[in-house]
């Protein structure tokens, strides 16, 4: 079974630029998460997905990010126009519909902003 | 608000034990545990619901105090793969969306031979 797969894996990018990431969570599951790590902080929620619906963004930063989760399978996450701030990883995970199960993570994009 | 693990950072040689905590303070759904390692996903490693208590691995347990909201996870007889940061994610009571985890700042576990 694939676990979640992000990319890129690395983006350096100048501030006022667009930048766009993506996640591939694993097949069937209709749970998708968002979260960011800034240096030094801690992994902090953005956003989650129940197929192709938002159920929670409380955690995004400002109308300067936008998640789309096309057709309930993949999501993208993109940012525009980029910050300093937006510096740091972004990790996806995703889970199987239902409470209490676990979330599978993935290995993230490092994203710097210039 | 965040849980706050402790400690910070822990040392060990290979065989020695560890226990690192998380305390919310906040009334608690669950606490799930993960272990990352540089430049790696993190790794699930166990969910402890209230009410319940759940092993994940044989040598690495965890509990669940929910008067407390406080959890520990303890590492037995440390090998050098327990490496890694540690991470506790607290799901609160209530809510709209079940699965948000609140993370706390992370654990840096570093085994030596």
């Known amino acids: 079974e694939a676990g979640v797969t992000q990319f890129p894996s690395h983006s350096v990018i100048e501030k006022g630029q667009t930048v766009t990431l993506r996640c591939d969570p694993i097949?069937?599951?209709?749970?998708l998460y968002w979260y960011r790590r800034v240096m030094g902080k801690e992994i902090k929620f953005l956003l989650h997905?129940?197929?192709?619906?938002?159920?929670?963004e409380s955690g995004m930063p400002n109308n300067r990010f936008l998640a789309e989760r096309t057709g309930g399978t993949y999501s993208t996450l993109k940012v525009q126009p980029a910050e300093l701030e937006d510096s740091g990883v972004y990790f996806c995970?995703?889970?199987?519909?239902?409470?209490?199960?676990?979330?599978?993570f993935g290995q993230g994009t490092r994203l710097t902003v210039v | 608000q965040q849980p706050v693990q402790s400690p910070q950072a822990v040392i060990l040689r290979e065989g020695e034990d560890a226990v690192i905590n998380c305390s919310s303070s906040?009334?608690?759904?669950?606490v799930h545990w993960y272990r990352q390692k540089h430049g790696e996903a993190p790794v699930f490693l166990m969910i402890?619901?209230?009410?319940?208590e759940q092993k994940g691995h044989e040598k690495i347990s965890a509990s669940f105090n929910e008067k407390k909201q406080q959890s520990s996870l303890y590492l037995t007889a440390s090998q050098l793969s327990y490496s890694g940061t540690y991470f506790c994610?607290?799901?609160?009571?209530?809510?709209?969306?079940?699965?948000?985890?609140?993370f706390g700042q992370g654990t840096i576990l570093t085994v030596h031979p």
């Open positions: 995970a995703s889970s199987r519909s239902g409470m209490n199960t676990e979330a599978f």
């Open positions: 097949s069937g599951h209709d749970n």
């Open positions: 997905f129940v197929k192709e619906s938002k159920q929670d």
């Open positions: 906040k009334a608690l759904y669950s």
């Open positions: 402890l619901l209230k009410g319940g």
């Open positions: 994610g607290t799901e609160g009571l209530g809510g709209t969306s079940y699965g948000k985890l609140t």
